[in-house]
C-alpha cells in the first residue's frame, strides 16, 4: 500500500471561455469540478496505473463534503481526519487558446487537536504502508518543519518517504532525509536561490539537493522532460521527450511522482523510475484537466521517451 498525505486538499474547478476579456464580464462556456489538490492527484494518477493508494487526508465544510463523496464514488480508499475549517476551491480559467490562469484558496488553518489526530493517524497508517508519499502545500499557518516531523516519523517505521513540496516547508523536510526530494525547476530554483537556465545548472542544484539528503532528487522539467540524480549512487540522468499537443498541466508532475513510485515499488531499476514517470507526465498533458488517459498511451509514450546523462 502507498500512504499518500494530502494535507491541503481541494475541489478543482476548471473554467472554460472562448478567451479572457480583462475588466469585462466571461460567459463561461463550461465548467467542470473533480477532486484535486497534488496528493489526491497523485493517488488517482497510483489508483489510474492500477497501485493500492490510501489518502490520509483532512477535510471539512461543504467542499470537504464533495471531496469526500468524490473519493467514495471512484472508490478511492481514504482516511479522513474532520477539521472545523473549511477545505478550499481552486480555479482554474481555460480559454480556447492563450495560456491558463490559476486561482488557488490557501486552505483552512488546523485546530491544535486537528493536527494531534493528523500525527497520531500518520503513525498508525505508516505501520501498513509500503511506501509514503508527502505531496503538495500545507494548510494556513502551518509550521513549515511539519512536513520534516512526518518525515522523521516515517524513517523511525522504516518507510520510505516521497516528498514533494516547494517553499519553506522544503528545506526542514529534506534535512529529514527523505528516500527521493521531488522538485519541479522552480521549486528546485527556490531551494537553490538562483535562477537555473541550462541544463547544466539544473544538474548542479540537484547534485546539491542529493549531496544535502544522501538520497534521490527527481526534478520535472515540463517541457524539457526529468532528471534524477543521486550522488552516492553517481547517477544524473536526464529524459527527453518529444514534442507532442499540450492541452493542459495541471498535474502532470503529479502523475510523475506517482509513475515512479510503483516503478519504486515494484523494484525497478532507477532509470525506470525516471523513464515511466516521464512517460506518464507526457501522456498527461495531452487530455484535458481532470482526466486521465489510457493506460495505452502511457505505455507507448514510455517507448518514446530517451533517458540518458
Request: aromatic share 6%; proline share 6%.
Amino acid at each position: 500500500m502507498s500512504l499518500v498525505l494530502s494535507l491541503n486538499p481541494a475541489i478543482d474547478a476548471e473554467w472554460r471561455v472562448d478567451r479572457i476579456r480583462w475588466d469585462e464580464k466571461n460567459v463561461l462556456s463550461g465548467e467542470t469540478r473533480w477532486a484535486g489538490g497534488k496528493g489526491i492527484n497523485v493517488a488517482r494518477w497510483l489508483q489510474h496505473l492500477r497501485g493500492n493508494p490510501r489518502l490520509l487526508i483532512p477535510l471539512g465544510g461543504r467542499a470537504g463534503d464533495e471531496l469526500a463523496q468524490e473519493l467514495a464514488d471512484r472508490k478511492l480508499a481514504a482516511r479522513v481526519i474532520p477539521i472545523s475549517g473549511d477545505s478550499r476551491i481552486n480555479v482554474m480559467v481555460t480559454p480556447d487558446a492563450g495560456p491558463q490562469i490559476r486561482f488557488n484558496q490557501p486552505g483552512p488553518r488546523l485546530t491544535r487537536a486537528e493536527w494531534a489526530a493528523t500525527f497520531a493517524a500518520t503513525a498508525e497508517e505508516l505501520r501498513r504502508a509500503g511506501l509514503f508519499i508527502i505531496s503538495g502545500s500545507l494548510p494556513r499557518q502551518a509550521t513549515v518543519t511539519t512536513y520534516g516531523r512526518m518525515v522523521r516519523q516515517a524513517n523511525a517505521a522504516g518507510v520510505r518517504t516521497l516528498l514533494d513540496c516547494d517553499g519553506p516547508a522544503l528545506p526542514p523536510g529534506l534535512r529529514e532525509r527523505p528516500f527521493v526530494g521531488k522538485p519541479n525547476e522552480f521549486g528546485l530554483e527556490l531551494w537553490c536561490g538562483r535562477k537555473l537556465r541550462t541544463d547544466a545548472a539544473v544538474l548542479r542544484a540537484a547534485r546539491e539537493m542529493s549531496e544535502a539528503t544522501g538520497g534521490w532528487v527527481l526534478v520535472s522539467r515540463a517541457g524539457a522532460g526529468g532528471l534524477l540524480v543521486n550522488v552516492r549512487e553517481n547517477v544524473a540522468a536526464f529524459a527527453r521527450i518529444p514534442v507532442v499537443p499540450v492541452r493542459n498541466t495541471v498535474g502532470a508532475g503529479d502523475s510523475l511522482l506517482a509513475a515512479a513510485a510503483l516503478q519504486i515499488l515494484a523494484d525497478a531499476p532507477p532509470l525506470e523510475w525516471l523513464r515511466w514517470g516521464v512517460a506518464t507526465a507526457t501522456a498527461a498533458v495531452q487530455v484535458r484537466a481532470g482526466t486521465l488517459p489510457p493506460l495505452a498511451k502511457v505505455r507507448a509514450m514510455a517507448g518514446r521517451i530517451r533517458v540518458g546523462e
